[in-house]
């Protein structure tokens, strides 16, 4: 299943696409630490059970959902492929 998600999300990587938001908030704690700020370390979050096997199956049907072509634009290619003329069901 996991394999299936993988091959269903994977595109060219594009490091433009992404910042390094750990990096930028610790720079911006060590600039306030330089000019004399007091940190104090944030109180942990609760924690929260998933459901680990449920959350998969949902990105595997959202990513199948996200590739499906619209419907009048497989109606189209249908009728290319046969040469104008529908197959019958059977």
Known sequence: MADA???LLAAPFDAAKYQDDYRLALMNLI???LQGQEIAAPPPAPGKVTDL????????EAAKRQRQ?????TAG???SATGGRRRKAG
Request: net charge negative.
């Open 31 to 33: 600039e306030s630490k």
């Open 53 to 60: 096997m449920a959350a998969l199956k949902a990105s595997i």
């Open 69 to 73: 072509p619209e419907p009048a634009a």
């Open 77 to 79: 290619r249908e009728a």
């Open 5 to 7: 998600l993988v091959e």
